[in-house]
């Protein structure tokens, strides 16, 4: 074995859904085989064009989520399910409620 060893470098965000990046073009973009070969903050991500470095998506929204109470007395059935704030649309966040996780406007 060798006496380097080479380290896996992750960056903050998650990879665009591919339904999400179906109009990109491939020609001009970086290939890469992991966040490391992406510069800044572009992570490596899989899509139409193979690997290739994009913009990510933030993983946590600014903001933060409202008390329980604050939330507690909307119809859950009327709310969108979540697991992390990039499961919900726009500037909403996941939140925890009497309806379990759902995505709620934050408190500024």
Do not use: E, H
Request: net charge positive; glycine share 10%; hydrophobic share 25%.
């Amino acid at each position: 074995m060798s006496g380097t060893l080479k380290y896996l470098t992750l960056k903050d965000g998650v990879c665009p859904r591919l339904s999400l990046v179906q109009n990109v073009r491939c020609s001009g973009r970086r290939r890469c085989s992991g966040d490391s070969n992406c510069p800044g903050s572009l992570k490596c991500c899989t899509n139409k064009c193979g690997r290739v470095c994009v913009r990510p998506i933030k993983i946590v929204k600014d903001g933060v989520c409202p008390r329980f109470n604050l939330v507690q007395n909307v119809w859950c059935s009327r709310l969108r399910r979540c697991i992390r704030d990039n499961n919900c649309p726009g500037r909403l966040k996941c939140c925890s409620s009497g309806c379990g996780r759902v995505c709620v406007q934050p408190l500024a």
